[in-house]
């Protein structure tokens, strides 16, 4: 059974090069421009990216999200989707390689169906 419920905030509904604001508009209930210009402003203080891993684990500290590694598991490879299955309360933003989706209790949401990625690292809301 696919745990993956369509989401995409962004305004003109693209699906691409966005994926770090769309995970985040789902974790935190902001709109897609509020959480933009926010990633925007501080890439402009750390003078990096808006889609830097550092530049978004920051934003997301200021909404009580901790940063964890994806530990070993019997299952290989492990999915977003197994991660779901493993994880059905909650929110937690997911860094896969190239792309960052949002799982909220158990179920995943992004514009298309991801749940076939790898996550490497997550951040869970505390």
């Not at 421009?33 to 925007?40: A, D, K, N, S």
């Amino acid at each position: 059974m696919s745990r993956w419920k369509p989401y995409n905030p962004n305004p003109k509904h693209n699906r691409v090069g966005d994926c770090t604001v769309r995970a985040i508009c789902k974790a935190t209930g902001q709109d897609w421009e509020t959480v933009y210009v926010g990633l925007c402003l501080y890439g402009f203080i750390d003078a990096d990216m808006p889609s830097a891993n550092h530049t978004w684990d920051r934003y997301l500290e200021r909404f009580g999200f901790d940063q964890k590694l994806v530990g070993r598991h019997a299952k290989i490879p492990y999915t977003v989707q197994d991660f779901c299955e493993d994880h059905p309360s909650g929110t937690f933003v997911l860094g896969c390689d190239g792309h960052v989706l949002t799982v909220v209790d158990g179920m995943y949401y992004d514009s298309w169906d991801s749940g076939g990625e790898i996550p490497i690292y997550y951040w869970e809301r505390g």
